[in-house]
């Protein structure tokens, strides 16, 4: 295999450091970005720099990148694990593409995925079942709108970085239980400039969320496809998985090829769906067009993703691949405990399931055996409180 291409990685939180380790492990050279240290910042499948942020200095950064891609003979392949990066990317293309290898879908369709509203649009289009959303730009819609609706409702970011940097980055909505908390929540966003949209909430437990991932080729042939479940997310109800597992499941993986085929999508993406108890019906959350959070669990369950992207880049076409593992588990223990303790608190889980839950095969968002610099970044350097006795980790990894 020809690996003379160097991979740059942007975004180095757990997204990053997994596509790291999955183009690491396959003896790829990489060089991991971000404008700031994070854990991926110690992993030894990578050398690390700093790099301008590119929401704040946007051409600071693409100078940058254009800059870094001189310092190779080859044209480096580039991977994006977060939104922030993704985006500022896509909007200056033309300006990268002369420098870089990369698979993404054209700017305009990211700009409709990136917008909630469009990309509900998309699905309506394409036939994938959608909770019932609506756009409010004033009082006046949303008094209409509601008539017709059943509370509780979910409102949530139109564009995912305004309201990561407006409103935070760990809450993904309010939950809203009335038409006045509806108003009082609409006026919150419009005084910080953020615009939103306001979600039907699936009903049934967390445990109904789905992932289907895929990667497309620039040809539009779908290489790989990945499907899993969520056990569990922090916050609870609307978060961040923080622990999941490979499942089969036919429908799911049928609805994600439908839907990435219905919008003509390319490259990597993560569609997630939740089961409504009352039809039965997958229903699609939304789309993330990038790298998920818990990529190396595909790597782990025998599907790498991120080599089969490099694989494509670099022109050696690789073999389209739906097997992987089953029943392995991607668990990040300190958001998962967390995330424990609320659901203990709602009486709906004890410290034996949760135990019992992540016990078996599994692979850790930080900790690899073969990696295990950022295991302890995680515990030695960072920022968050241990919250679990260090009998229970040494239990945990047994």
């Not at 909007?91 to 593409?97: D, I, M, W």
């Amino acid at each position: 295999m020809n690996k003379e291409h160097v991979a740059i990685v942007l975004g180095l939180f757990e997204t990053g450091l997994g596509v790291i380790r999955s183009l690491g492990r396959e003896g790829v050279k990489v060089i991991g970005l971000d404008s700031k240290i994070d854990i991926g910042t110690y992993s030894r499948y990578a050398k690390t720099r700093l790099c301008p942020d590119p929401i704040n200095d946007e051409q600071a950064f693409i100078d940058y990148l254009i800059a870094l891609s001189k310092e190779f003979d080859k044209k480096p392949a580039l991977f994006v694990s977060a939104d922030n990066y993704l985006f500022v990317v896509s909007e200056n293309r033309e300006q990268l593409e002369p420098y870089y290898l990369m698979n993404f879908s054209p700017k305009e369709k990211i700009r409709a995925i990136a917008d909630k509203y469009e990309q509900y649009k998309l699905a309506v289009a394409c036939g994938i079942d959608v909770p019932y959303t609506f756009l409010p730009k004033s009082k006046a819609d949303i008094s209409e709108a509601v008539q017709n609706l059943a509370f509780p409702l979910l409102m949530k970011a139109l564009d995912v970085n305004i309201w990561r940097l407006k409103i935070g980055g760990s809450l993904k909505g309010f939950v809203i239980q009335s038409e006045e908390e509806l108003m009082e929540r609409f006026d919150f966003c419009k005084e910080r400039d953020v615009d939103v949209i306001v979600q039907e909430i699936i009903l049934g437990p967390d445990t109904n969320h789905f992932k289907f991932c895929g990667y497309v080729s620039k040809s539009g042939e779908l290489l790989r496809g990945f499907t899993l479940k969520k056990l569990r997310q922090n916050p609870i109800r609307f978060g961040v998985g923080t622990s999941v597992e490979s499942i089969e499941h036919a429908e799911l993986m049928e609805v994600g090829k439908k839907f990435f085929k219905g919008i003509d999508y390319i490259g990597v993406g993560s569609a997630e769906f939740k089961k409504d108890e009352r039809d039965g019906k997958l229903k699609l959350i939304e789309l993330n067009p990038r790298y998920w959070q818990q990529n190396v669990h595909a790597q782990v369950c025998g599907m790498n993703f991120a080599w089969a992207d490099y694989l494509e880049l670099t022109g050696q076409e690789p073999k389209a691949s739906f097997e992987f593992k089953k029943g392995i588990k991607w668990v990040n223990i300190y958001s998962d405990f967390e995330s424990y303790l609320d659901y203990k608190k709602e009486g709906e889980l004890t410290f034996s399931e949760w135990r019992k839950s992540i016990s078996g095969k599994k692979v850790w968002s930080d900790f690899a055996w073969d990696d295990m610099k950022p295991g302890f970044y995680e515990i030695e350097f960072g920022k968050r409180l241990i919250k679990i006795p260090f009998f229970l980790i040494k239990k945990l990894f047994k």
